[in-house]
């Protein structure tokens, strides 16, 4: 099944994809494949066990299942200072 997504990017991720955020189409199944798509797409450096990944304003599992609508934010490690 095809699910219409917006995908927010912050820090590293940001800068290697380009873009703040993206609206894709996708036909991942979980939130996982969904990274690991877009990773090969903008050859993000990071795991995903290193992020935290949030559907729709709230923290999520990688197992979740991509929603169609749904706003995805792949958030990085942030470093302190």
């Given at each position: ?10 820090a ?27 990773q ?11 992020l ?30």
């Open positions: 099944m095809m699910a219409m997504v917006t995908v927010l990017y912050f590293s991720l940001r800068d290697a994809s380009g873009v703040a955020s993206e609206r894709i189409e996708s036909t991942a199944a979980d939130l996982q494949t969904l990274y690991a798509e877009l090969s797409r903008h050859g993000f450096a990071l795991p995903a066990n290193r935290r990944v949030a559907a729709d304003g709230e923290f999520a599992s990688w197992s979740d299942a991509l929603r169609d609508g749904c706003e995805i934010a792949f958030i990085p490690p942030v470093s302190g200072g």
